[in-house]
């Protein structure tokens, strides 16, 4: 075994994925529907995983020693790669450390780069000639959304029909400068923790009588929105990511008990941006498990979006995000 570090950014779902594929095995992962993402520059994850001097597993996130459950997650995580690397016996224990480098709690989940970070840092620590696919795969088992942070720019995630998931890697579906596009993060006053999003899915996949609907519908948002993305043609895109989001939202709220992520302040940021729509401007939303708001637009309008929105009462921040680059590993001497 070797140190290598990693540095992968988070991303954001334009067409979304919510819901597990229901008599798969649980530890693979699998969704139920596919997505189409954006990676976002300056949200990142940097991770060094190397050997441990002291013959046990040693977990550090941004300074603080990792415990309980969250460590847990991450040594299961470490054996998969391993095994996946093809290698035998006891994983040799470990000492990773991890940092996220997102700009002043832009509220943003960093499960997606972080298990990005942790397959590739890990991949290249246990030797492995894994490829990117398999880093996708194996990045999607620890959070599914980390699957497409293997790649930059946009990236699309198919469902697959394999009961082994092999089918189910993302993809690259343009670079980070096919399109000069701006993601503006909208952080909202934080409530209560939300309900996690492996809960939340089950939840709304076994009650919501919503959910079959959203799993139907979700393939030909995937492929339009694919296409859309390919013509870079925000005015067909945005209508539907707003779909997606909305669809997901609803059938979410129709789970019993209710799954309500929205705060004040989230309607209110999401009618700016219909206002701003009205006159004139491209800017189109989507939210994901939490109270949080993303506008996508031209980088041209990015300054103007953003400073609508930081005048919305609740909204606490606002960031601009371009399209970020795929994960990148360096192995350490
Ligand atoms: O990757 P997870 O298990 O945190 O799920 C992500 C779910 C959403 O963020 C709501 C949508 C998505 O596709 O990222």
Redesign the pocket.
């Known amino acids: 075994m070797r140190s290598a570090r990693a540095t992968a950014c988070s991303n954001i779902?334009l067409v979304?994925?919510?819901g597990k594929r229901p008599d798969t095995d649980p530890d693979l992962n699998l969704p139920d529907v596919g997505?189409l993402s954006l990676t976002l520059a300056d949200l990142a994850t940097v991770t060094t995983v190397t050997p441990s001097d002291d013959g046990q597993d040693r977990f550090e996130l941004d300074g603080r020693p990792l415990e309980g459950r969250p460590a847990e997650r991450v040594a299961r995580h470490l054996d998969r790669v391993y095994r996946a690397g093809g290698g035998a016996g006891r994983r040799p224990p470990c000492r990773v450390v991890s940092v996220n480098h997102f700009p002043t709690a832009a509220g943003l989940?960093s499960?997606?780069s972080g298990f990005a970070a942790l397959s590739c840092a890990a991949a290249a620590a246990f030797e492995t000639d894994l490829d990117a696919a398999a880093l996708s795969a194996l990045a999607r088992q620890g959070?599914?959304?980390?699957a497409r942070s293997i790649f930059g720019g946009f990236v699309r995630l198919d469902r697959g029909t394999r009961p082994d998931g092999r089918d189910c890697v993302a993809r690259p579906v343009a670079a980070p400068d096919h399109w000069d596009v701006r993601l503006v993060v909208v952080q909202t006053t934080t409530g209560p923790k939300a309900v996690g999003?492996?809960e939340g899915m089950e939840r709304c996949r076994t009650t919501s009588p919503y959910y079959p609907a959203w799993v139907e519908t979700s393939q030909a948002d995937l492929d339009a929105a694919t296409e859309a993305v390919r013509a870079r043609d925000l005015d067909r895109l945005g209508p539907i990511m707003e779909h997606s989001c909305f669809k997901m939202h609803a059938a979410m709220m129709a789970s019993r008990p209710p799954l309500l992520y929205f705060r004040g302040p989230t309607v209110e940021a999401v009618r700016t941006v219909f206002d701003l729509r009205q006159n004139g401007l491209a800017a189109y939303v989507t939210i994901?498990?939490g109270p949080h708001v993303k506008v996508l637009t031209h980088a041209r309008d990015a300054a103007a979006v953003a400073e609508h929105l930081r005048r919305v009462p609740g909204v606490a921040a606002v960031s601009v995000h371009a399209p970020g680059p795929a994960a990148r590993v360096e192995v350490l001497p």
């Open positions: 779902a979304k994925y919510w997505s989940a499960s997606a959070s599914g959304s980390a999003s492996t994901d498990a």
